[in-house]
């Protein structure tokens, strides 16, 4: 695990929730899960012939799936960060950043995490945003009551941050 919070094409944020989850999600795959599979193939071997044993194929075919999970998981915890960000009100990766677009009412505020596209199923519904994205990118470094401007897909897009926390989920 590197120790910063910024996120290069090398490393990936995650949430210590997160990053304990996939762990755990890995150790499952590598113990218990694979030694399902590793049964389920002996047990069609032992049925006999193995070019029309559809039961021996279909086992075979979700180790491959299983393996390629494991590498999967594998690689991208070894590129992962659960460095939790300062607290500074400056946004960075690991942020939750409220903001509104120009013209619009406090109470049209929209919040994102500023992460990668990986922590989705860990944001708890939170829309979110990389830090390489026109938004993200506009984001990463200002602070509360900054306006930022970025291109959207109809033209530039203003946004005033009205808050920033750091996302411990």
Known sequence: MTQSTETTSATIWLSKGAFEKLTAELEYLKGPR????????????????LKENGGYHAAREEQGKLEGQIQQLEALLQKADSTVPEDDNIVSVGKLVTFKFEGDDDDEAETRLIASIEM??????????????????????AGVGD?????????????EILKIEVFTA
Do not use: C, F, M, N
């Not at 989705?120 to 470094?141: C, M, N, Q, T």
């Not at 930022?148 to 946004?159: A, D, M, Q, S």
């Open 34 to 49: 694979r030694q399902e599979v590793l049964a389920e193939i002996t047990a069609a071997r032992d049925e006999g012939d």
């Open 120 to 141: 989705k199923d860990y944001a708890g519904g939170i829309e979110i945003s990389s830090a390489a994205s026109p938004v993200g990118e506009a984001l990463i470094g």
């Open 147 to 159: 306006a930022v401007t970025y291109e959207g897909p109809r033209g530039p897009l203003k946004v």
